[in-house]
């Protein structure tokens, strides 16, 4: 469908927002267990994901977010409440699950590209599935978009031979080749060093203008939440739903000389309480566990 | 030093021809590679001098020392000659044909076997990986037999069995097939759920899922699996051979002992390490063969 026209569709880099890609989530509720003994994850979430923006979603580790990411790429159910992707309902009343799709793609925690294919049979693993496009032309656009992201000369290389770093972006690449509406990011740079996870925050930024998908950024990283998002959700500790939410009037496109203005350290200070605050409740729910 | 520098060697001396423009199908360059590293590590010699260890021992405790109970036994210098005599005193050497017929025959029994242990045992671990529903019924019949050692289904293998091939083959079979079956089932255990739901995000079926992600991300298990298997083919050939059966190594051992040709006993066992030590090598080369990504991230000093 969609992927079907992005073959022939000039992938002009203008900055052009998308008018597609717009997730509300919609009093949501997620709990573990039977309803009334299980653990609650997800408590009345409500907030939206602006079309061809970046939402970044903040909350200390196991408060939930990932739950409330895998509900919209359809990996688990939820209890109540509905999720929207532009006006078709991924999940709601009398479907609670969502269906997956190259209409919402994730990119994981560990990185999930094949390390049985090479780096291109990964980038072309999507259009390939579907039959959208042809051999010859899946394997044109992948290398016209992986030189497009600086990975020229590794096409044929196995995911376990290049660098983490670089495996991030062959697996956006991945993502990206089936014109997807929202790119679903579960903390993707968690694993990396500080020096290598700036390089990745400017290469997506690049990447995303290049692109303009709308972008569902998960992490703890509070200062990475304000320089990549054009909103931030801060959310409580478990059960998750949103405390504070922030749009990031830095203008765009950014680079990292924007960690040094006033209006980034306001927007820290304005945040880092907040976050500090659930970070100590979601510790002592910890000790109280034990 | 004897410990780090096959790792060093392996991190440093990776030709950049292999780690950045290998492509699928030149796995014998790595191959190639890993011998000459070999060779150049001191673990050939230390191989060395661990078989002049163990000659030496046998030699000194059957023919320098003459030990107690080794009095029967033969000595390396009487096993060697018998073994690579023209005339042999009890009519087994390389020279004989009919050494080579009992190679054959073990050989060709193995092959069949392992054969169809592959080929029943990786369908079998796979769909008992993949489904939850068929593993709950056949996975407990599958435990309850496993525990049943070859030797002990040998009545049986006679008699549900014609003639004296078929019920040696279903006894190298068995262990075989145990073990590929079951460590194809863990591989498929194993796989990272990212992996099938980053197939999902992508548009895969199901079946594009099982082809593309359960089947290769299973791979290093099943080969796990398959090398084992070729292992205890040989453990369990040897006991069908003793039981039944006219030709094959083990019939050479079990034969030579009711005949008291002790030398012959040991030519058929050093046989016996060889031609296994082989297959196992040769199942090794094929996985290496066709698991390119993971020989490349091995001779890399590991990927992740």
Known sequence: MSVQSAVTQDRSPALQPARKGGVR?????????????????????????????????????????????????????????????????????????????????????????????????????????????????????????????GLRGIERNYPGETSSGVRRRVEIVRALMNNPKILLLDEPYRALD????????????????????????????????????????????????????????????????????????????????????????????GEKER | MTETSPVSALRTDVPPAIAVQARPGISLTLTKHRLALWLRSPRPYLMLVGFAGFLGFWYLSVEVWKLP???????????LREWFSEDPTYGLSIFTPEYYMHIWVSIRRIAIAFFLATAIGVPLGLFLGWSERFKQFVFPVFEFLRPVPPLAWVPLAIVMFKGSETPVIFLTFLASFYATALNTMLGV????????????????????????????????????????????????????????????????????????????????????????????????????????????????????
């Open chain 1, 25 to 149: 989530i919609n009093d949501v509720v997620k709990t573990y267990g039977a309803e009334d003994t299980g653990v609650l994850a997800v408590d009345h979430c409500t907030f939206e994901v602006q079309p061809g923006e970046i939402t970044v979603v903040v909350g200390p580790s196991g408060c939930g977010k990932t739950t409330l990411l895998n509900a919209i790429a359809g990996f688990h159910s939820i209890t109540s409440g509905s999720i929207y992707l532009d006006d078709e309902m991924l999940c709601g009343p009398g479907k609670l699950k969502a269906q997956p799709g190259p209409d919402r793609i994730v990119v994981f925690q560990n990185g999930a590209l094949f390390p049985w294919k090479t780096n291109i049979e990964n980038v072309t693993f999507g259009p390939m599935m579907q039959g959208a496009m042809t051999r010859a032309e899946a394997y044109d656009r992948a290398r016209a978009m992986m030189a497009d992201a």
């Open chain 1, 194 to 285: 500080s020096l290598t996870k700036s390089v990745m925050h400017e290469a997506l930024l690049e990447i995303f203008y290049k692109n303009r998908v709308s972008v569902f950024f998960i992490t703890h990283d509070l200062e990475e939440a304000i320089f990549l998002g054009h909103r931030v959700v801060i959310m409580t500790t478990r059960p998750c739903r949103p405390k504070k939410i922030l749009d990031i009037d830095i203008p765009h496109p950014r680079d990292y000389s924007v960690l040094t203005t006033k209006r980034f350290r306001e927007f820290m200070e304005e945040t880092v309480a907040a976050v500090h605050e659930e970070a100590i409740k979601a510790f002592a729910a």
């Open chain 2, 69 to 79: 109970r080794f009095s029967q036994m033969s000595g390396p210098t009487e096993v």
């Open chain 2, 189 to 304: 255990e194993s796989i990272d759920v990212s992996y099938v739901r980053a197939a999902n995000c992508l548009g895969a079926t199901r079946w594009q899922v099982f082809r593309h992600v359960i089947v290769p991300g299973a791979m290093p298990f099943i080969f796990t699996g398959l090398q084992i298997s070729v292992g205890v083919a040989w453990f369990s050939l040897v006991a069908g051979e003793m039981v039944s059966g006219q030709y094959g190594l083990g019939y050479v051992i079990n034969t030579s002992y009711t005949m008291v040709r002790y030398p012959t006993i040991i030519i058929g066992m050093a046989t016996l390490g060889l031609v296994g030590y082989v297959t196992s090598a040769a199942v090794r080369l094929v996985g290496d063969y066709l698991m390119q990504w993971r020989t490349r991230e091995l001779a890399l000093g590991g990927g992740q």
